[in-house]
């Protein structure tokens, strides 16, 4: 069996983290009953080490613009990538475009040195690629290993993986200890969320599995759930058959140039625009998230004509919930996956939705030409209400049609990229980006877009500040500087105009979105430091005029590790919202760590006081595998959560994970269906995994 070889990555030396909640935690029989057995069960069992990844994802990710399903999918993806790590000296392009964080001109590089010099034999021949600086290298050792022996470009024998295939079943349930007004009434189904996850891998050749997910107040066994979970995903993936790259059967996700006719996959935010320097990508990769939206169904291929020239190709048929019209047309497509209510019940499955596309991709000495195409045909007809100023150019009809081209080259310090798409009604978009290497320290972006109002691409999704291909052009400028090793620098600033009509903007206008981050790093010790200032515009009450709206949000953090045993991260945000009635909001939080062999226990503690759901902020907090969480607080409380990791052997691991948020401002917590009659609120996360 392949595994990851050379030296030890950087990760592996680095602590998992842990805290002893504060007495408002420790008085919960809950969390004191669950240390004790999970003590018991770990006394001859040995620790995993922590995703160091995750502070690069916390890093990146800015929850008000890039949302919690994309927070979630990333972070799925990543711990995928994570647990079952490509081989660097077979990985093709398109595989190393699928980690975030490199660059066009890191990925052009590692091909290169390949090429010249053959197959890597030990992780630290990264060191020999200028481009890399210290931070990607830790990162991408992490997801990467040196494959020792030669694959062969056909189908592996069936006993070969039956022998050597490895196995994975991870199984995790979310135990609330408060009742919803939707438990009471409302919810078809009882009040615990639950999943179940199961892959098969053979090295990077073959993958198969299958995802069931279930949503607290959804029918298990019952109503329209007959077969169970509410959810399932299962796919099959072969890669490097002869001149068959990838072949996926089942759910599935697609990229394509920018994403100006087809992103299935993750999109992310400015920030990480930055780090990966706007670079395309394309690759077609099996859809095992939780997630039920933006996924396809069917197949999907790519295969390499030639050396230079590859073609992929793919179907889907799936069915999609929407909101319908009296007159059975679709009013919205409906992407939350719930189905606890009859009437949310009512909305599932009733659209079909067939998708047709593909792409043709000539790649050479550093040029890349790709044509894409996507047809998607609706059983029922796309009908928005167009009474509503901001909807009338939404997509509107039963068949779309949207087609482009990408381009760009990529050198050593220069990448140029681009696509430029038209949707079937003859509306164009297009979006251009530059970047350029100075040096090993610094590197200077610029990205341009155009989205007309008018067009229109259902599987579109790209760089923007409206967080939609439509009705936006903009100028985005990002600088990345290191001038010391301790010392690392990020700043952008990005203009936005929007033609037509917005959500809360009865007419055209314009953004401003700034931001600085530093980090400062000295032996054990690293110094945070972000601010960003967004200015929008917004209706009036009589929606007569526009008026200013300044955002001004800031964080200071002050992170400590020591000798791979204890971790800490002190943290303060604070927001203040500048408008016609003003908010701001601030959060002061603790993160501790320790690891000790066979366990690892993280923790945090946190006081938070917001004027209202404007100013409100937001904390990571880590979890159990695959299981990202970013959460959001408004009002006035504290929030506190523990959670312990323990390895039984090599082959078992067991996770909980014990939260109270308790808040100091209110006697009832949400409303509708989701009101809790109370002040707090504590949840229980159990998770485990069975590697065979």
Not at 289 to 316: D, I, K, P
Request: aromatic share 12%; hydrophobic share 35%.
């Amino acid at each position: 069996m392949h595994g990851r070889t050379g030296k030890k990555s950087y990760f592996c030396n680095v602590l998992d983290e842990t805290l002893n909640l504060k007495p408002i935690l420790m008085k919960s029989n809950y969390a004191k009953a669950l240390l004790c057995a999970l003590l018991t069960i770990a006394v001859s069992s040995k620790a995993q080490t922590r995703h160091l990844w995750e502070d690069y994802l916390d890093e990146v990710m800015m929850r008000e613009d890039d949302g919690e399903a994309v927070g979630e999918e990333m972070y799925e993806w990543l711990c995928e990538l994570e647990q079952h790590p490509m081989d660097i000296n077979a990985a093709s392009r398109e595989q190393l475009e699928q980690l975030p964080f490199l660059t066009a001109q890191q990925v052009e590089d590692i091909m290169v040195y390949q090429y010249r010099y053959g197959p890597m034999k030990s992780l630290s021949e990264l060191l020999m690629i200028p481009s890399l600086d210290n931070d990607r290298r830790q990162l991408l050792t992490y997801f990467i290993y040196i494959g020792r022996e030669p694959e062969q470009p056909s189908l592996p024998p069936i006993k070969d993986m039956a022998r050597y295939s490895r196995h994975e079943l991870v199984a995790a349930a979310h135990i609330p200890f408060y009742q919803r007004k939707g438990d009471r009434e409302g919810y078809l189904g009882y009040p615990y969320k639950h999943w179940l996850r199961y892959q098969l891998t053979y090295r990077d050749r073959v993958k198969l599995g299958l995802v069931a997910s279930q949503d607290a107040g959804e029918p298990f066994f019952s109503n329209r759930n007959r077969w169970g979970y509410d959810y399932y995903s299962a796919y099959l993936q072969l890669k490097q058959i002869g001149r068959l790259a990838s072949l996926v059967v089942g759910r599935y996700k697609v990229a394509m140039g920018m994403g100006m006719v087809m992103n299935s996959s993750f999109s992310m935010g400015k920030m990480a625009s930055l780090q990966n320097l706007g670079r395309p990508t394309n690759l077609i990769r099996p859809h095992a998230s939780r997630s039920e939206a933006n996924y396809l169904q069917g197949a999907a291929a790519s295969v390499n004509l030639t050396r230079h020239l590859s073609a992929t190709a793919f179907a889907s048929y799936r069915s999609m919930d929407a909101t319908l019209n009296q007159d059975g047309q679709a009013a919205t497509i409906v992407t939350s996956g719930y189905h606890r209510t009859e009437n949310e019940m009512e909305k599932k499955n009733n659209l079909k939705n067939t998708t047709l596309g593909g792409s043709l991709r000539y790649t050479a000495g550093g040029f890349h030409l790709g044509a894409n195409a996507v047809y998607t045909h609706l059983s029922r007809r796309l009908s928005p209400n167009t009474a509503i100023l901001y909807r009338q150019h939404y997509p509107q009809g039963t068949d779309f049609l949207n087609v482009s081209t990408d381009y760009g080259y990529v050198s050593h310090r220069l990448a140029l990229n681009g696509e430029t798409a038209l949707s079937g009604n003859g509306a164009l978009a297009t979006i251009n980006s530059i970047s350029l290497q100075l040096g090993g320290s610094l590197s200077i972006m610029s990205l341009q877009r155009f989205y007309s109002y008018r067009y229109a691409a259902l599987y579109a999704s790209s760089f923007s500040d409206g967080g939609r291909v439509q009705n936006e052009s903009g100028i985005y400028l990002g600088v990345n500087w290191q001038p010391m090793p301790s010392l690392k620098v990020m700043a952008y600033t990005d203009f936005a105009y929007a033609p037509w009509a917005k959500y809360q903007v009865s007419q055209s206008s314009r953004a401003w979105d700034h931001l600085l981050q530093l980090s400062y790093t000295r032996k054990h010790w690293t110094l945070g430091g972000r601010y960003r200032l967004r200015r929008r515009q917004r209706d009036n009450a009589d929606k007569t005029a526009l008026i200013p709206r300044t955002e001004h949000r800031a964080r200071l953090s002050l992170d400590y590790q020591q000798n791979g045993r204890w971790t800490s991260k002190t943290q303060l945000d604070y927001n203040y919202i500048s408008s016609q009635e003003p908010e701001q909001g601030f959060m002061v939080s603790e993160t501790l760590g320790y690891h000790w062999q066979w366990l690892r226990l993280n923790g945090g503690f946190g006081y938070f006081r917001t004027d209202g759901y404007d100013s409100r902020v937001y904390l990571y907090e880590q979890g159990p595998l695959y299981t990202y969480t970013m959460s959001q607080f408004q009002g006035k409380g504290v929030r506190g959560w523990l959670m312990v990791r323990a390895s039984v052997g090599q082959r078992l691991s067991l996770t909980t994970k014990f939260g109270v948020t308790k808040y100091l401002d209110r006697d009832v917590i949400s409303s509708s269906y989701q009101q809790i009659d109370g002040s707090s609120q504590t949840d229980l996360d159990l998770q485990i995994r069975w590697k065979f």
